[in-house]
Nanobody, 116 residues
Framework: QVQLVESGGGWVETGGSLRLSCAAS?????????MGWYRQSPGKQREPVAM???????NYARSAEGRFTISTDSAKNTVDLQMNTLQPEDTAVYYC?????????WGQGIQVTVSS
């Protein structure tokens, strides 16, 4: 059973930084096809923020480019999202995601709040 657990969310002022981390159990991120982060704001659909393929390619939402960086730590089996220059519109619940053995898995989500 694959489980994903996010950590590192919280409250930050505009312009601040946060680092989210997603720990996996039941699989190694090295064995997945895709891993990454989505977010969902109240009243909006869940949207992709940053994705990392098992070939090492990255893909960022336009709103995240230049500010967010996705990375993995194979020793800890985590996928991390460094978020800099945060803006109020980044406020959302952030979800870790991975695709492995033909199906998607999601974390429970973690709140990020950016005050104006």
């Amino acid at each position: 059973q694959v489980q994903l657990v996010e950590s590192g969310g919280g409250w930050v002022e505009t312009g601040g930084s946060l680092r989210l981390s997603c720990a996996a159990s039941g699989t190694s991120f090295r064995d997945t096809n895709m891993m990454g982060w989505y977010r969902q704001s109240p009243g909006k659909q869940r949207e992709p923020v940053a994705m990392l393929s098992n070939l090492g390619s990255t893909n960022y939402a336009r709103s995240a480019e230049g500010r967010f960086t996705i990375s993995t730590d194979s020793a800890k089996n985590t996928v991390d999202l460094q978020m800099n220059t945060l803006q109020p519109e980044d406020t959302a619940v952030y979800y870790c995601y991975t695709w492995v053995r033909g199906r998607a898995y999601w974390g429970q989500g973690i709140q990020v709040t950016v005050s104006s």
